[in-house]
């Protein structure tokens, strides 16, 4: 039973290039989250979605960040003309309900972009 | 009112010590605190969480205590060893809610032969 799976593990990025991250929720699972780990830093909550639709994008930051999770394929998290504060390892987690205690969710082992 | 204040930053115990690291929190609608476990390079996974309603909660070595009135809960690990050497993360979330956490900055723990 494969976990959360989250490609590329490893990305190197020009400033103002283009970023794409992806993540396969566990099988079963319709709902995804992605958190962002700043060096140093606690996960900060980024975006929930569910199949085809975004429900709390409170966490994204308002310019060139894009997320979507659609109906076949895997969760996409989108950074576009990224700079160097955009270098950060991205988590992605899953669960197979909208609501939970918190141990509903399991993580992927992330995706480290780094900007040079 | 949303942040989770953890500390120390870092710690370091000889083996079998005992480790605390500490956290506290201002929003009193959080009634759910996991404590997750992160090795370097590696994805956070969920060690062991409570609810406000107890005070105290055991798995293993691990012991997680919470004081309501204080809104500060604690990790304490049990007769540490070499392989517990990780980041540790508390957080906070709302049960009746969708799983958006909210984590303290993290801990990380070294513990020496």
């Known amino acids: 039973n494969a976990g959360v799976m989250q490609n590329p593990r490893h990305l190197v990025r020009r400033r103002g290039q283009e970023a794409r991250l992806r993540c396969s929720p566990m099988k079963g699972h319709s709902h995804v989250y992605w958190y962002r780990q700043l060096p140093e830093e606690g996960l900060k909550f980024m975006v929930y979605l569910q199949k085809e639709n975004i429900i709390d994008e409170s966490g994204m930051p308002k310019e060139r960040f894009s997320a979507e999770f659609p109906k076949e394929g895997p969760s996409i998290l989108r950074i576009q003309q990224v700079v160097r504060g955009d270098s950060a390892a991205y988590f992605c987690?899953?669960?197979?309900?909208?609501?939970?205690?918190?141990?509903?969710?399991?993580f992927g082992e992330g995706s480290w972009l780094t900007v040079v | 009112q949303q942040q989770v204040k953890q500390s120390p930053q870092s710690l370091i115990v000889q083996k079998g010590g005992i480790p605390i690291i500490n956290c506290a929190y201002e929003?009193?609608?959080?009634?759910?605190f996991p404590w997750y476990q992160q090795f370097p390079g590696k994805g956070p996974a969920l060690l062991i969480a409570i609810r406000p309603d107890v005070s105290e909660k055991k798995e293993g070595r691990f012991t997680i205590s919470f004081n309501k009135s204080a809104k500060q809960f604690s990790l304490h690990i049990m007769d540490s060893q070499p392989g517990d050497s990780a980041t540790y993360f508390c957080?906070?979330?709302?049960?009746?809610?969708?799983?958006?956490?909210?984590f303290g900055a993290g801990t990380r723990l070294a513990v020496h032969p």
């Open positions: 929003n009193t609608a959080f009634d759910y």
């Open positions: 957080a906070a979330t709302f049960s009746g809610g969708y799983n958006k956490l909210i």
């Open positions: 987690a899953s669960s197979p309900y909208g609501t939970g205690n918190g141990n509903t969710i399991y």
